[in-house]
């Protein structure tokens, strides 16, 4: 089993959504079984809290089953229970090396990263723009997914 763990800076808006999208994916190609997705914050500031409701209205539009799911903080046990360990933004990147001590395993990727990009993934916390953000995770789930196809891992 492929553990993921999809990170942003509070858990409710970008990594919710790429933990719903992904698991949708994974569905649809017939390969559920072969992950477990979770998603995490850096931050302490939206712990306990569900997923934004522009994620959830976003989610709905587009057709994709809303994961329930609750904002917690990444710990340094996650960055060697899970196998990727995916971040939304640089800053994101830099505190999830901070958290877990450094990346020794190479595990931490940027989510645009697996769409050919360096990117950030855009936050709707502070633009609103729910519609970017799903057109970047899209772009970064797919691509993951394909990834993981080439290399055999599923």
Excluded at 1 to 23: D, E, P, W, Y
Excluded at 99 to 109: C, L, Q, T
Aim: with cysteine; proline share 4%.
């Amino acid at each position: 089993m492929i553990k993921i763990l999809f990170i942003c800076h509070g858990n409710i808006c970008r990594s919710t959504m790429a933990q719903s999208v992904f698991t949708y994916l994974a569905e649809q190609s017939g390969m559920a079984d072969a992950f477990y997705i979770d998603s995490a914050a850096t931050s302490r500031e939206e712990i306990g809290n569900p997923p934004h409701y522009g994620t959830r209205r976003k989610l709905a539009e587009e057709g994709v089953p809303l994961i329930p799911h609750h904002a917690r903080q990444m710990t340094r046990k996650d960055y060697l229970e899970f196998d990727y360990l995916i971040g939304m933004d640089s800053a994101n990147i830099r505190n999830m090396e901070r958290i877990a001590g450094g990346d020794p395993r190479n595990k931490i990727y940027k989510m645009l990263e697996f769409a050919g990009s360096s990117q950030d993934v855009a936050d709707p916390w502070y633009t609103g723009d729910f519609e970017a953000t799903w057109r970047d995770v899209m772009a970064g789930c797919s691509g993951l997914l394909e990834k993981l196809r080439r290399d055999g891992r599923i």
